[in-house]
């Protein structure tokens, strides 16, 4: 399995696994032999990156602070460039199997993909990398000079488009994909409860 997505996406760098012995039993197909294999690991310039199994619990938790309604559903296994953190869905399946989800900080949106955790990988990233991973956006930000994230960064929006932020070059900046998310998901969850039309100043929300 990911045969095809190895030959396509070759690793740029890993992150180590901490020091200890640890195991992550997902019991979705494909998931365990996804982490195991790829786990930590970065590609095409940190375009994307595939989460460490000690670090999924974590990342759950970071999603669902933004997005509770997901809570106890998903399992994270990678994110992109811009922070966007995919997952599967057990109560969604795709082919029978559980179904791809991609959470995004910048739009507070939970979007659906037509994929599992195979065909996300064999397929979706290869054929539509672009739509999948925002792969055209983040060429501009390199030429346009922009920084490589590391591992644990993200090119994230000064201004989220959820509060009006422009989706532009200009809006974006280097940041650690933790603080971020801690900021975002707090962000998204305190402007769901607000009437629709409330203004929002994002002063008072941090």
Avoid at 28 to 40: H, R
Avoid at 47 to 52: C, Q, T
Avoid at 164 to 192: F, P, R, T
Wanted: hydrophobic content about 40%; proline content about 6%; glycine content about 10%.
């Amino acid at each position: 399995m990911f045969e095809t997505f190895r030959k396509n996406f070759p690793v740029d760098s890993r992150m180590p696994a901490d020091p200890g012995n640890f195991s992550l039993d997902t019991k979705v197909p494909g998931l365990n032999e996804l982490l195991t294999s790829f786990g930590g690991a970065s590609f095409k310039g940190y375009l994307y990156r595939v989460i460490r199994a000690q670090d999924v619990a974590r990342w759950n938790a970071r999603v669902c602070l933004g997005f509770p309604e997901f809570t106890g559903r998903i399992t994270c296994f990678g994110y992109d460039w811009q922070g966007s953190v995919f997952a599967v869905d057990k109560q969604r399946l795709e082919q029978g199997e559980p179904g791809v989800l991609m959470f995004e900080p910048g739009t507070g949106k939970a979007l659906k993909i037509p994929a599992n955790i195979q065909t996300f990988h064999e397929v979706q990233v290869i054929q539509n990398a672009d739509a999948a991973l925002a792969a055209n956006i983040y060429a501009d930000w390199r030429e346009a000079g922009g920084a490589e994230p590391a591992y644990a960064q993200c090119i994230g929006y000064k201004r989220p488009l959820f509060l009006s932020g422009e989706d532009e070059i200009e809006n974006m900046e280097l940041s650690d994909v933790e603080v971020y998310w801690h900021l975002m998901g707090q962000l998204i969850a305190k402007v769901k409860s607000l009437p629709p039309g409330t203004p929002v100043n994002i002063r008072d929300l941090t």
